[in-house]
T-cell receptor
């Protein structure tokens, strides 16, 4: 079945550091890929998404590029802030007709940014 | 727009009791999704309704779990004879129901089964 793998479980950075969270997926065709962010006590909220090879998604300084060749959608930010501390989820939406609308999530990466 | 509303926010039940979780989707949204979040399993899809009709329940445990959407303004997830392993955050999401639209999540209901 479809799956999403996030390499980092926890990331600890200082403000203004560069962030990379790795996301690789396994699915047929061209699934839609997402990054969601979840703050304590809240549900996940969409950061951005991408649907085609080489498409870049971006929001609030975060960005990721859909790479069909390496089946990746790595999240990057050039300079993190303390307010970016949260859990980040990579997800995909399958194109298989039987499960078209459900989201498949990675395990999540907890980001902690200290001043 | 109040967003997706989930009640209660927290629920504590004893083993063997029933738990009913409520979700009110965003007005105008025709698709409702239920997910379960645990430390061990992460975020897992449970079930999905479109225009109140069940479309995909492939993630629902075969026993004790059921979901309904009696009208367009709310959906319920019922767990009978709750077990400690049912302890989790249950998240509801809604979307416009179109193919490429965004799912908007509620804050979740944290269920603790003692």
């Amino acid at each position: 079945g479809d799956s999403v793998t996030q390499t980092e479980g926890q990331v600890a950075l200082s403000e203004e550091d560069f962030l990379t969270i790795h996301c690789n997926y396994s699915a047929s065709g061209y699934p839609t890929l997402f990054w969601y962010v979840q703050y304590p006590g809240e549900g996940p909220q969409l950061l951005f998404r991408a649907s085609r090879d080489k498409e870049k998604g971006s929001s609030r300084g975060f960005e990721a590029t859909y790479d069909k060749g390496t089946t990746s959608f790595h999240l990057r930010k050039a300079s993190v802030q303390e307010s970016d501390s949260a859990v980040y989820y990579c997800a995909l939406r399958s194109i298989a007709s039987s499960s078209f609308s459900k989201l498949v999530f990675g395990q999540g990466t907890s980001l902690s940014v200290v001043p | 727009n109040a967003g997706v509303i989930q009640t209660p926010r927290h629920k504590v039940t004893g083993k063997g009791q029933e738990a009913t979780l409520w979700c009110e989707p965003i007005s105008g949204h025709s698709a409702v999704f239920w997910y379960r979040q645990t430390i061990v399993q992460g975020l897992e899809f449970l079930t999905y309704f479109r225009n109140q009709a069940p479309i995909d329940d492939s993630g629902m445990p075969k026993e004790r779990f059921s979901a309904q959407m009696p009208n367009q303004s709310h959906s319920t997830l019922k767990i009978q004879s709750t077990q400690p392993q049912d302890s989790a955050v249950y998240l509801c999401a809604s979307s416009l129901g179109l193919n490429q639209d965004t799912q908007y999540f509620g804050p979740g209901t944290r269920l603790l089964v003692l």
